[in-house]
């Protein structure tokens, strides 16, 4: 599977960004400017493979990294100062802005017919896999921690501080996101024994 790098992670030659972010030179200290961009470049492919199992798509992904790390680049040294742990930060703010998304473009757009559509093929090699699709059924919060818990191998005090709840709240969500894969799994196991029968 090929990574969708965001336009963040290069710096030009002059110390500025390239790419969406433009030249900010002038709001971010040089030194800051170096330990975000040692920031980005340790992090990317972490935050990336977070991205695609919060979003379901490579594509969504890269788009969720790169307007997180936009917003937190410019005020990089007061992240760094306040927060004691960027990374989970960054977590959180992924996960925040991937639920505001989501809310926003959850509501179902009817039409009388279903336009034809020409293009290709999905490339997930994980798109038909039955944990996968149950995953990606998931509300975005119940998501966020059973990724962050499997994936990325946090503790649940590590998921609280990430998302900004509360631990009971990561055991709850935990609970509920378990109970449904469990069930989702078993009606594909269900439905595919009976169509073999």
Not at 11 to 40: M, N, Q
Not at 75 to 98: C, E, F, I
Request: a neutral charge.
């Amino acid at each position: 599977m090929t990574a969708f790098v965001p336009t963040v992670s290069p710096v030009c030659p002059d110390g500025g960004w390239a790419g969406s972010i433009g030249h900010r030179k002038e709001a971010v200290v040089s030194g800051d400017l170096t330990d975000f961009t040692e920031f980005v470049r340790a992090s990317l492919p972490g935050l990336l493979r977070y991205g695609h199992a919060l979003t379901g798509n490579p594509h969504d992904a890269a788009d969720l990294v790169q307007s997180v790390l936009e917003k937190i680049g410019s005020r990089w040294g007061s992240v760094q100062r306040k927060t004691g742990d960027p990374l989970a930060y960054v977590r959180r703010s992924m996960a925040n802005a991937h639920i505001s998304r989501w809310r926003r473009f959850r509501r179902e757009n009817l039409v009388a017919e279903v336009p034809e559509s020409d293009a290709p093929a999905s490339t997930d090699p994980f798109e038909h896999e039955p944990l996968w699709q149950a995953l990606r059924e998931l509300p975005p919060r119940q998501r966020a921690v059973i990724v962050l818990r499997y994936y990325e191998g946090l503790s649940e005090a590590e998921i609280a501080d990430s998302l900004g709840v509360s631990p009971g709240t990561v055991k709850s969500q935990a609970s509920k996101a378990l109970t449904s894969l469990r069930g989702k799994l078993r009606q594909g196991e269900g439905s595919e024994g009976r169509e073999v029968v």
